[in-house]
């Protein structure tokens, strides 16, 4: 597998506080993360890049090839742990970016096993065939009302508190977060995005698109995609194909 990523402005706002990272770690594991940043001044896009790069160093740092899965959870865990407490105390610093967190979503794939972690609404999806999966569920205030029978999926697309997210990394001192465990094959692609996509485009153009093309061109697409329809936010895709 290879991993190709892009994040753009879009077509309203005037600044990206979008954010990724991706590597390879020892023994051919990838790794990619996507954080979708928030809070006024330019905070946003600190915390957001703060958190893309800190889980990055961590995991680049501490990484060990035919690590159990166990520790691989602990290891993305205190990854995650490093990006809340580098985004804290940055705004605890500095009155201007108070209150500034972002998103994060982030997988590892060691062969055919993935495991996702991710806090708040920036999602994972995984396409076998021409099935697309969300993995993770978001954290956010319409999620929690599907959960309860209050709101269809259908009718959370237009919610207008679609953007309140429930839980997010850098606003406390701790945060929790979510794992998935799922298989890859050659055949799998991946996607890893904010909400600036996935508000734009519906699961049956984004399975297309993620289908067209060679890989190398599908973030460029997506992202072209989701102008196209109005590019109301920052958006980023970044695909395992
Ligand atoms: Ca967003």
Known sequence: MEIYGLTDVGSVRSENQDAFATGRLADDVLYAVVCDGMGGASGGGIASRLAADLFAERMEKQYRPGMPEASLFHLMESAVDAANVGIFDKAAENPDLAGMGTTLVAVVIDRENAVAVHVGDSRLYRLEKDTLKQITTDHSVVQEMIDRGQLTEAQARS???????????????????EFDTFTVSPDTRLLLCTDGL?????????????????PETVPGALIDAANTAGGEDNITAVIFA
């Not at 996935?198 to 060679?214: A, P, W």
């Open 159 to 177: 919610h207008p508190r679609k953007h309140f997210i429930t839980r997010a990394i850098g606003v406390e001192g701790t945060v929790r977060c």
């Open 198 to 214: 996935t508000n734009m485009l519906s699961d049956d153009e984004i399975v297309s698109l993620l289908q067209n093309g060679s």
